[in-house]
């Protein structure tokens, strides 16, 4: 039985619980037991639909990537080489200095209050 099959079951028996349920609503006892057939149909044709689609899955073959060759590393060139005009500017500006956060002192906790 196909996947889309068992889809066409499961709306078949859905479309019946909705009938028994308009019937349970309007008075008819006789409906709930019917109902409730129909919605362990509805959970058994569920879990054999999950484990399809799991076996599906399985038959489906897998993509592998293909393996990249790596490029040969650019040599860079030295600094004496590379002209004036492609340097950036530095500026002159003073860089400032970061200082680090003092220490924070311990808490005291209430016991040691007392």
Known sequence: MTLND???QLQLHLDQAKKHI???????KASAPKC?????????????LRKE?????????????????PAEPVAEIP?????????PAVADEPVEEIK???????RKSKKTQE
């Not at 308009?22 to 008819?28: F, H, P, R, V, Y």
């Not at 057939?37 to 044709?45: P, T």
């Open 53 to 69: 689609c799991i076996t599906t899955q399985k038959t489906i073959p897998v993509k592998h990537r293909t393996k990249v060759i």
């Open 36 to 48: 409730r057939a129909e919605l362990q149909k509805i959970k058994v044709l569920a879990h054999q």
């Open 100 to 106: 680090p956060k003092p220490a924070k002192k311990p």
């Open 22 to 28: 308009a019937d349970l609503e309007s008075g008819t």
């Open 79 to 87: 600094a004496a080489e590379i002209p004036a005009a492609e340097i």
């Open 6 to 8: 068992m889809i066409v």
